[in-house]
Each structure stands twice: as C-alpha cells, then as structure tokens.
C-alpha cells in the first residue's frame, strides 16, 4: 500500500498565521467532517485553540449516518465539549450557530456589559481540514457577500474578517491539515471523504478500504448498488473489486472502477455513511 502524506509549504504558513491571530478572537468554530468526526480533527487546531471557548461543527451531516451522527453529539456533549451538528445550507444554520456561540461565551459578554464595555460581536476563527465545507457555511453566515469587515490587526494573506451579523464576526483560514497522520486509516478515511488532493493517493488503496467498510457496515448499499449477490462479499477486497469492475462494464480496469467506487461513496450512491464509529460516552476516543 503507497503511504499517503503530504505537508505542503502554504499549509505550514496557514498554521503560523492561525497561532499568531488566535488572541484576537472569543471563540473558534472547528469544522469537522460528520463522516470522519474523529479523523477530521486536526491535532494542531487543538494545540494552538487552546483555552480558548471550542465548538465543533459537524458539517455535511446529509452525508453521514444519521445515527452516527447522534451517537458523536452525544459522545462531545457528555465529554463537555459543545458540538452542533449542520447542513451549511439550511436557513435556520446561521442563527443556530450565533446562538450557541452566545451561549458558550455567555459569563464573558455578560462580565464586558458589567464593566460598562461597549456591546460588540462575538469573534471566531473558523478552522478545518480541506473540503471540509467551509467556504459554504461562511457563504451562508454572511448571506454570501464576503464582505471583509476592514482594517483589523492581525489579518494577513489567506485570511479575512467576514461580517456574519451584528453579534458575530468570523476570521476565516486556510483549509489544513497536519504534519504526519497517526495512522494510514486516519489518511484513508480523509482521502475516501475528498480532504486530499488525488494525486497524493492511490485511487485503489481507498477504494479497497471503502470496500472493506462497506462490506462490513453496508452490505445492502454494495449489493444493490454494483447488481452483487451476498456471496459476492465472501470474495476477498481485490477480487470483489475486481468483481464490481466487471459488473460495471469496466472490464478489468480496475483503476477507473476505483474512481467510480470512491466517487459513488461521496455522493451518497452507497447511502448515508460514518467512517469513525462513535465511542459511547465515557470511552476513549476511538478515531
């Protein structure tokens, strides 16, 4: 199996920028990958956060396993870690995201107002691996204007202060990832999700690992999908790869069947789905 990794130099630059303006803000929003909520979560973005307030968002929620999905909230909330989980598109997402923001950071906006500060907007940074659906929900907080607020200290190239509403300012970054991953399954998963380029990946190394997992998890998904019978799935990953190349007209390219695989999963074709199975409260996070 190729090992995937990969650290290029703008995402090194995006975490130094990201540590020298973590001061200038309230609170950071992490976006996480409500496929991968363990796997999507960049150890740096722990590091240099903090004490600061956290709240994680699970995004493309519409792509994960519902039940997942809860079983995750449930984990972060027993764990005291505030987590919403979002579909960037939904009108009511701004105004949910504002409020729990207040309330997280509810004791210091109401000490501000008891020292006779003026009453200002929250600010938060908003963090997350590449792809992770960022530029969507910032597009939304901001009613798709992007407008940059001015001239704010601190704001360097790759970076800019959005105006969400009168309560809420967001320092957008960079999309990162992180040095070394701690295991090939953490890159699969963020590769199978679309967090790496291609061409750092071997399209049948992933595609061999979705197999695995949804064979494991989704049988039926597999079986209706790609026209198999439930012997099918006694084959080893290679020959029932090679199996659905055939049975979707690629003849022996497993190669381009790879691809099909990797982009059916994404797109839902195999139904919602959780790579990172969610711990019960009071386990060990499981990645």
Do not use: C
């Not at 291609?198 to 197999?211: P, R």
């Amino acid at each position: 199996m190729a090992v995937i990794q990969w650290f290029p130099g703008h995402m090194a630059k995006a975490i130094r920028q990201m540590e020298e303006n973590v001061h200038l803000v309230d609170i950071v929003f992490e976006l996480v990958d409500a496929r991968i909520p363990a796997s999507s979560r960049n150890p740096e973005v722990t590091r240099i956060a903090k004490n600061k307030p956290h709240l994680i968002i699970l995004t493309k929620k519409d792509l994960a396993d519902p039940q997942q999905t809860a079983a995750w909230l449930n984990y972060y909330r027993a764990q005291g870690q505030p987590a919403i989980a979002i579909d960037s598109r939904a009108n009511v997402t701004p105004k949910q995201i504002t409020k729990i923001a207040m309330g997280i950071l509810s004791d210091k906006l109401v000490a501000e107002q008891e020292k006779g500060l003026k009453e200002r907007p929250m600010r938060a940074m908003t963090v997350g691996v590449p792809n992770v659906g960022k530029s969507t929900l910032l597009n939304h907080l901001v009613n798709r204007k992007a407008a940059q607020v001015g001239d704010t200290p601190g704001v360097t190239k790759g970076q800019q202060w959005l105006r969400s509403s009168k309560h809420l300012e967001l320092l957008d970054t960079p999309g990162i990832l992180w040095p070394k991953f701690k295991d090939q399954e953490t890159a699969q998963k963020l590769a199978l999700t679309g967090a790496i380029k291609e061409k750092l990946y071997a399209k049948d190394d992933v595609a061999l690992f979705a197999l695995n997992f949804f064979r494991t998890y989704h049988r039926a998904a597999l079986i209706d999908r790609y026209h198999l019978v439930e012997a099918d799935l006694d084959l080893s990953d290679v020959d029932l790869l090679l199996k659905i190349t055939e049975k979707v007209g690629m003849r022996d390219d497993y190669l381009r069947a790879s691809d099909r695989l990797i982009l059916d999963a994404r797109h839902k074709k195999l139904g919602g789905f959780t790579l990172d199975r969610a711990p019960q409260a009071g386990d060990a996070h499981n990645g």
